[in-house]
């Protein structure tokens, strides 16, 4: 008989936690439990079976960052300065003069990388919390990629960021123009780090821990 893929994974003879074994936080060497304090052999680090209050520290974390992205997109990220006049710019609005200007794959990139990821990223964490909180057993593969991706791809969020430093440092003409950044660049650069944070915050493998009550035969 098959098995559905989508909802259980084929049981395992022994987890590492259950033959006593780590591994390290810091330089991923794998170890055996021992009596009293666990420390690495190879770089000094205390070693824990899931990193220690993972749950907690994520949701702080997630929250803060919710917090931040709300003044990141209403605050202006870019003051411009041409003869005179004076322009302030959110994310959206510099969207916007893009795709009005013609510029529509400059418009994309801009929004998927400081509007869509930051959000989606939060969205995420808030999902894999929720499920490792509830014990979910749904495609526990997919979650694991899924988180995997998100840590990957939420540094590229920093890409406005980059942009506003390259231009505030090159663009200094005095009278004729300026561009300074906004205080919104300052909390969406708070809302990168801190998901970035979170993700690491994050312990996976507490997506597999409600899988070990299909291999150990209890539901």
């Known amino acids: 008989m098959g098995t559905d893929r989508h909802s259980s994974v084929a049981p395992a003879a022994a987890t590492a936690r259950q033959l006593g074994l780590m591994a390290c936080h810091r330089c991923h060497q794998l170890c055996r439990r021992a009596d009293g304090p666990a420390i690495c052999p190879r770089c000094g680090a205390a070693l824990h079976s899931r990193k220690p209050n993972s749950i907690a520290r994520c949701w702080a974390l997630?929250?803060?960052?919710?917090?931040?992205?709300?003044?990141?997109?209403?605050?202006?990220?870019?003051?411009?300065?041409?003869?005179?006049?004076?322009?302030?710019?959110?994310?959206?609005?510099?969207?916007?003069?893009?795709?009005?200007s013609g510029s529509w794959p400059i418009a994309l990139v801009i929004f998927i990388a400081s509007v869509f990821v930051p959000i989606l990223k939060i969205l995420i964490l808030i999902g894999l919390l929720i499920s490792v909180q509830r014990r979910w057993q749904w495609r526990p593969v997919d979650r694991t990629r899924l988180y995997r991706i998100t840590e990957a791809v939420g540094r590229w969020s920093m890409l406005d960021i980059f942009v506003v430093t390259i231009l505030v440092a090159l663009v200094h003409l005095g009278a004729l123009a300026?561009?300074?950044?906004?205080?919104?660049?300052?909390?969406?650069?708070?809302v990168v780090v801190v998901t970035m944070f979170a993700a690491e915050a994050f312990d996976p493998r507490l997506i597999w821990d409600g899988m070990e009550e299909i291999d150990d035969g209890t539901h």
């Open 178 to 190: 300026n561009i300074a950044a906004g205080p919104g660049a300052l909390f969406f650069a708070a």
């Open 62 to 100: 997630v929250i803060a960052a919710t917090v931040f992205y709300i003044p990141a997109n209403v605050l202006p990220i870019t003051h411009t300065t041409s003869l005179g006049a004076v322009q302030s710019d959110t994310i959206m609005s510099g969207v916007i003069y893009f795709i009005h």
